[in-house]
């Protein structure tokens, strides 16, 4: 069956420093979506993305987050300068359709130091 | 999109049929029921969804009453790898984001 595949699955990154996180989704997906969850906490929505821009985003998702489909395979979140509260699992999704379920990858855990 | 309202956790023995309650008594008529979990360090893992009509897939069934105001989820035969936090979730069709709640942690004992 096909997957959401994350990497890395463990990111360990110093206060200030800019982090990129990869997702490569289901292939014939069209619509694709970044989540974050805080340890013991809710998974919290951070932005869609569809058609080569963001269809939606929440509060969380300031000028610091950005997100980019540089090629035919690959979504990324990019954090540009990281804070102690980023520290978060961070979940990439995707669905073939905005009304069909989205899968989840794994997720990776970034830890700000 | 509709809050729902979820136990904090629930037990159940292996091999038995898990009944997961879920209250959605603002779902609007374009609103989707959808059920996902989430295996411990893993992504949240899609179930089934539904909009008035029971539906049932390889994982489980889903039975919504019919005033829509409530839903179950049904695990027919639970297995310790059931063992997670299941989340009820009432989404507008086409709405880009899914609205997670603290779910209720389901634990499969032998």
């Known amino acids: 069956e096909p997957e959401v595949t994350q990497t890395p699955s463990h990111q360990v990154t110093q206060m200030g420093q800019e982090v990129i996180l990869r997702c490569v989704p289901i292939s014939n997906h069209l619509y694709f979506y970044w989540y974050r969850q805080i340890l013991g906490q809710k998974v919290e929505f951070l932005v869609s993305f569809y058609n080569n821009e963001i269809s939606e985003k929440s509060e969380i998702f300031d000028d610091q987050f950005s997100v980019e489909r540089p090629d035919g395979s690959n979504f990324t979140l990019k954090i540009r300068s990281t804070k102690l509260e980023d520290s978060a699992m961070y979940f990439c999704?995707?669905?073939?359709?905005?009304?069909?379920?989205?899968?989840f990858g794994d997720g990776t855990r970034l830890s700000i130091l | 999109d509709a809050k729902t309202t979820q136990p904090t956790s629930m037990d159940c023995a292996e091999g038995r049929a898990a009944n997961l309650p879920c209250n959605h008594s603002t779902i609007s008529g374009n609103e989707y029921v959808y059920w996902y979990r989430q295996i411990h360090s893993q992504g949240p893992q899609y179930i089934i969804h539904g909009l008035k009509n029971n539906e049932t897939n390889e994982m489980a069934s889903l039975i919504i009453t019919e005033d829509r105001k409530s839903s179950t989820l049904i695990l027919p035969h639970a297995t310790l790898r059931d063992t997670a936090v299941y989340y009820c979730?009432?989404?507008?069709?086409?709405?880009?984001?899914?609205?997670f709640g603290a779910g209720t942690r389901l634990t499969v004992k032998p």
């Open positions: 979730i009432v989404r507008v069709e086409n709405n880009n984001d899914m609205r």
């Open positions: 999704a995707s669905s073939g359709e905005a009304n069909q379920p989205q899968h």
